[in-house]
């Protein structure tokens, strides 16, 4: 049975050495979130994760969710450690307390979401999704249906759901059919089909609050006349109690890949009662305040389940005893060497711990802007924050994920024959993994939102966000005798990922098709790049830590040294690739005739 | 429902003109193989797989074979279509007809095992288990067991296993604990557990012929103290009939992430009574002959799984009307374009395409070579070949495995959401091409083979089978005008495999571990450029036929070229990666203490 440890120690390293994340509590609000604080926090969550959620995470797939008659029943185990998670108060861990959150910073509900995704991803979907309806609400919804819907939600009490793929829209909502129409009483009655609809009906909670996207009759066409709605299965009554059922149906449950453990629902919606969120026809603005933040919880679960696709990696390796080190017997005592002794067994593990520590610093430090543009008193950081957001979401939910299914399959190869056998578990972890390059915006999509939405934003200044300070961070390292091996791979790179930038926005104002076929190599080098940032700083702390003597952990401090020096040497020349490719340009994927292929 | 149609017009190209397979009638015994008669079996053969396996391929993946006291049940339908395999007389398609095989060449064998696997691999696996066992038995048993169990397994009235891997033991077999103890009658008792056996029961055919590696007491200790014994599930009586029921039981089978509808046993022998096959303590070297048509049979699955996933991907790209093309609506009556327009979705498409065309002609070339080294009067020519095949096996096995899993991944990618769900059957490909980089020795050991055996095997006489006539045609290629696009990049790439090999070989010999660390990066440069080599033929052919006209299919050469250039602009600098990272050696894997993972 596979097996998960919180990783407390490499957390606290990204927070307080790496990202100096105390300096949260200098914002309006947070002066509380002090590293004790914190800390005690993520002890409850790592119990939480390790001992109620990660043991029902074999057995939810296994046995998945069961549906009857518009009732969907989740897995054994389920609504048990649902009730302790809404017992601790998690769901309401960094939402506003005005209206029952407990105002912690995001970038805790962003360490928070990483172990719940490694420990249960199918479980941590739920709440998942409750909070993307709570930010959407809390962003664009009148003050009553707030005070209506958010306290309830908070709590864990209710939870949500995001509607908005129909049978034959899904990336292009504008073909939309769902319909809204205004009721005297200010309400709607919305009428429509929606389909892969995640945590739609279940058992964990008292209701649900559906969002939904719907056209209002004679609105205009298209995507620009797309409105959102609150739907709840249950309407509430004068005291806040799930009162009349609703007009809405969970049809059927999906038969999926994955992530068996959540409930992938149709929904039906028949004369149901909803009202309108925000502006009529202004739908998709609301919906990407649900969704930017969606994307971002969809890179985190990458991340969750290469952590704990490498720690069973990790563990199997050290205990399998089969063949010898080619360079001689390790354990001549035994039969056979353990396989960690393999230089491509351990190309792997560091592979995993390369892309997992990395990818935290990033994730941890996206949390953290976050907090800056809400929290920040100065206008510019806050917009500077803000940009830097913008323009790495697509990153994050795209390179992370891909590279989370890569961890997953490379730690399940390292199982042999055992890997593909579901007892042992590698093979969950790379089914569950392969939803999250597919769903909130296909990892394709997201190219293009990088290439397309936020490379030309004003004048490229959201690109400056991350040029600036990672040139200025390059240049002061290169002037360091013991960074220059870390930083002068990575100052190349940087260069073919300006080069790049050039040439994509270039090409692509004239020819648009010549972004997009950029586009997937462009967002795979900024990952790349990206990353190789994250591990200079972390070099540049554990070489001061070292200086200073190790602090009692010089060899973790020392670890972190090699894995950066392995990712510069064996996964940042994967740039070269991408940068030649993009630079042959879209011509060889145009020119075929549709009845060629 | 997926779809498949068997690709003859590829497959024609690739014999007729690309590998000139008429020349194999001049081999001895291979004078009826004319193009004809080629065409006329392949084209029975594309309807029994496309009308009987390929309809059974999803519902078996939702049924699964069922186990109950020892018994496998195969899903519905599973007996009905090997009936009509056997029927048609294809389990002997290329075996020798002394013992009842119908002796057409082993190419034809190997477009045989793609299709059958792009139709329904885990239907494919029990006769090619089968076909594995043949082999070992015809290269090395006595005659009287080849008179006794080859003809009823030529004829698939019996069916076949190989009973290797223990539960501590798989890639190190001479850990294995299977014992047996000589008899007075010259035969064996076999004792112990063999565990992940394909096809190791089932209710397919009236017998299963187990090939079992187990040590004879007090013979050399580890893998040199291993020999093979042919053990019947049923022991044939004087008149060839399934007699009485030998002491191999199948205790239970596994639950896997795919290949459902094969049955993964686990088989203990108790006292089963086996005759030895070769010589004692030698049966490794017998084990590596299956091992090795296994291990090119694995690859053709990959291979086989490509072509149906891109046939699927294409359909689905053609079909799915969303969003608008970059450059401006190709439907404008219709409310929005196929999503075939989008430079990212032909992408996709196009490296499946490239994948699978280069990699079929490979394919097939190496079966080629197979009956060269078979059948040719030279003893020269025989050993040529048999030193090709020798060399490319890792590759094939390893490199088309690895691209089959990554074909099979970007084809269910476009179909968004519903490539999670399983009615739409792409995610089933991705879960059944996943075992094929793990069995028959992991994707690692093939490369640790490449790099540790065949790359210095004979002072590296092996190497300059590929080396040479690569050299010779890069060169005339260079000298003609409409070659250089494709054989300049090419040979740069060759460049670069060469100066690896050198690096690998030096390094290696002093320290193991470097060879090691080298060795998937290594591979996979093969693979690249052993594609590339087989691009730069199919362009020659392609263009000839364009200089003469296009014979009517212009259009289909014209899509040769072009598919030759996306492969050389948009795959092959892969290289460029791999290389860097090879070269930058083992130190960054090695140098981490087992603590510091």
Same mark, same amino acid.
């Given at each position: 049975m596979p097996v998960y440890k919180a990783p407390l120690d490499e957390i606290n390293f990204v927070l307080n050495d790496v990202l100096n994340a105390q300096s949260l509590t200098q914002l309006p609000g947070y002066q509380d979130a002090t590293p004790d604080l914190i800390q005690s926090v993520l002890e409850e969550a790592a119990k939480l994760c390790e001992n109620e959620l990660q043991p029902l995470n074999r057995s939810g797939h296994e046995e998945g969710c069961h549906y009857e008659n518009g009732v969907v029943r989740t897995p054994k185990g389920f609504k048990q450690a649902y009730d302790k998670y809404v017992e601790g108060g998690w769901q309401g861990l960094s939402f506003d307390p005005e209206y029952g959150g407990q105002g912690l910073p995001h970038t805790i509900g962003f360490v928070m979401e990483e172990l719940m995704c490694s420990a249960n991803m199918a479980f941590a979907m739920y709440p998942g999704l409750t909070h993307g309806a709570m930010n959407a609400l809390h962003a664009h919804a009148s003050e009553e249906l707030k005070q209506r819907y958010l306290p309830k939600m908070a709590s864990g009490e209710w939870s949500g759901t995001m509607c908005l793929t129909e049978p034959h829209c899904g990336t292009d909502l504008g073909l939309m059919k769902t319909k809204a129409v205004p009721q005297e009483d200010g309400s709607f009655k919305i009428t429509g089909t929606k389909i892969f609809i995640s945590a739609g009906e279940h058992d964990l909670t008292k209701n649900i609050i559906h969002l939904v996207l719907a056209k209002i009759p004679d609105g205009p066409a298209g995507i620009?006349?797309?409105? =959102?709605?609150? $739907? *709840?299965?249950? /309407?509430?009554?004068?005291?806040?109690?799930?009162?009349m059922r609703n007009g809405v149906m969970c049809g059927?449950?999906?038969?999926?890949?994955?992530?068996?453990?959540?409930?992938?629902?149709?929904?039906?919606?028949?004369? &149901?009662?909803?009202? /309108? $969120?925000?502006? *009529?026809?202004k739908g998709m603005r609301a919906m990407f305040t649900m969704m930017n933040a969606a994307r971002l919880g969809v890179g985190m679960q990458g991340l969750g389940i290469g952590v704990v696709a490498y720690q069973n990696a990790l563990a199997y390796a050290k205990d399998r005893i089969q063949g010898r080190a080619l360079s001689g017997a390790k354990n001549p005592d035994k039969a056979a060497d353990p396989i960690i002794v393999h230089p491509d067994v351990r190309k792997n593990l560091l592979q995993a711990k390369a892309f997992t520590e990395g990818a935290r610093v990033l994730g941890y430090w996206v949390g953290m802007m976050i907090d800056m543009?809400?929290?920040? *008193?100065?206008?510019?950081?806050?917009?500077?924050?803000?940009?830097?957001?913008?323009?790495?979401?697509?990153? $994050?939910? &795209?390179?992370?994920?891909?590279?989370?299914?890569?961890?997953?399959?490379? +730690?399940?190869?390292?199982?042999?024959?055992?890997?593909?056998?579901r007892e042992w578990g590698m093979?969950?972890?790379?089914?569950?993994?392969?939803? &999250?390059?597919?769903?909130?915006? %296909?990892?394709?999509?997201?190219a293009l939102d990088l290439v397309g939405r936020k490379m030309p934003q004003n004048m490229g200044r959201l690109l400056r966000r991350f040029f600036h300070p990672m040139q200025a961070e390059l240049e002061q390292s290169m002037s360091e005798a013991g960074l220059v091996e870390f930083a002068g791979p990575l100052y190349k790179a940087f260069g073919k990922l300006?080069?790049?930038?050039?040439?994509?926005?270039?090409?692509?104002?004239?020819? *648009?098709?010549? %972004?997009? &076929?950029?586009?997937?190599?462009? =967002?795979?080098?900024?990952? =790349?790049? +990206?990353?190789?940032?994250?591990? =200079?700083?972390? $070099?540049?702390? %554990?070489?001061?830590? /070292?200086?200073?003597?190790?602090?009692?952990? %010089?060899?973790?401090?020392?670890?972190?040294?090699?894995?950066?020096?392995?990712f510069m040497e064996k996964m940042l020349p994967e740039v070269e690739f991408r940068f030649r490719s993009l630079m042959s340009g879209g011509k060889s994927m145009m020119d075929m005739s549709v009845e060629q292929f």
């Open positions: 620009k006349g797309v409105s =959102l709605f609150v $739907v *709840p299965k249950f /309407l509430p009554t004068e005291d806040g109690e799930p009162g059927s449950i999906e038969h999926k890949m994955g992530i068996n453990a959540n409930a992938t629902c149709v929904m039906n919606f028949d004369d &149901a009662t909803g009202w /309108l $969120v925000g502006e *009529p026809h543009y809400e929290k920040h *008193p100065d206008a510019k950081v806050r917009q500077e924050a803000e940009d830097f957001v913008a323009l790495i979401t697509p990153v $994050v939910k &795209a390179y992370f994920t891909d590279m989370g299914y890569e961890v997953a399959t490379n +730690s399940q190869q390292m199982y042999g024959g055992h890997g593909y056998i093979e969950q972890f790379v089914r569950d993994a392969r939803i &999250a390059m597919i769903y909130e915006g %296909a990892n394709a999509i997201q300006q080069q790049a930038t050039a040439v994509v926005a270039q090409k692509g104002m004239a020819r *648009p098709d010549e %972004a997009g &076929a950029a586009s997937t190599d462009y =967002l795979r080098i900024f990952g =790349l790049v +990206s990353l190789g940032w994250m591990w =200079l700083k972390m $070099v540049k702390v %554990a070489q001061a830590k /070292l200086a200073e003597g190790g602090d009692g952990k %010089a060899d973790f401090y020392d670890a972190k040294v090699k894995t950066a020096r392995f």
